[in-house]
């Protein structure tokens, strides 16, 4: 069990770029959640998948925004023509699915994105 | 449309006594709870959970109590040491959501020596 990887930890972009987060969850869990954290705020949910199904899209979710999970394995969140307002902690977290048992998933140590 | 709120953003303890966080939720449909603690520069960690069908669930020096008719839960930690100075994070979610963690918004925890 490595955990759950994230890169880059930091990213540094114009406004009007687009950049890619990847995260690579831990290997036998199936479930993949992708949050965003701002500054003094906690987590908020964007997307999360079941193996490379995507189930559910917050509306914080533009259409600049997309996430894929090829192969149900890594994941990746793609962001289009930056704006300053994306600048946060992008999060990803995995779980096992265990039916009705609690979810307490593992979350990586984040993407910190700054658009300048 | 905050469902999970924590009020408090900070909380100060000496070492050896008891810390209690807060939070405050509107959804009677969540049918778990958790908390999570964060240190900088790392992605959250999960501390203790507690089912909507118990009121009590601990795990050594940690206690979560939940209230349901008072929509409100409290994690108890006894006693408080320097290393659980960290922001601690409640979370709630329910089984028919996939997993899906509606956050509050973090009560940061300094233990003095």
């Known amino acids: 069990d490595t955990g759950v990887s994230q890169n880059p930890r930091h990213k540094i972009t114009k406004r009007g770029q687009n950049v890619t987060f990847r995260c690579d969850p831990i290997s036998e869990h199936n479930r993949l959640y992708w949050y965003r954290q701002t500054l003094g705020q906690g987590p908020e949910f964007l997307t999360y998948f079941q193996n490379e199904a995507q189930l559910e899209k917050s509306r914080l979710l533009s259409d600049r925004f997309s996430a894929e999970r090829p192969k149900g394995s890594f994941s990746t969140l793609e962001i289009q023509r930056t704006e300053q307002g994306d600048s946060a902690m992008y999060l990803c977290a995995s779980s096992r699915e265990r039916g009705r048992g609690f979810y307490g998933y593992t979350f990586g140590s984040g993407t910190r994105l700054t658009v300048v | 449309d905050q469902q999970v709120k924590q009020n408090s953003p900070s909380l100060s303890v000496q070492e050896g006594r008891i810390s209690i966080l807060n939070c405050d939720y509107t959804n009677s449909m969540f049918d778990y709870f958790l908390w999570y603690k964060k240190y900088p520069a790392e992605g959250p960690t999960f501390l203790i959970s507690i089912s909507s069908i118990k009121d009590k669930n601990e795990d050594g020096r940690f206690t979560v109590f939940l209230n349901k008719s008072a929509k409100h839960l409290s994690l108890h930690i006894v006693p408080s040491q320097p290393g659980d100075s960290a922001v601690y994070f409640c979370?709630?979610?329910?089984?028919?959501?996939?997993?899906?963690?509606?956050f509050g918004q973090g009560t940061e925890l300094s233990v003095k020596p």
């Open positions: 979370a709630a979610g329910s089984h028919n959501q996939g997993g899906k963690l509606i």
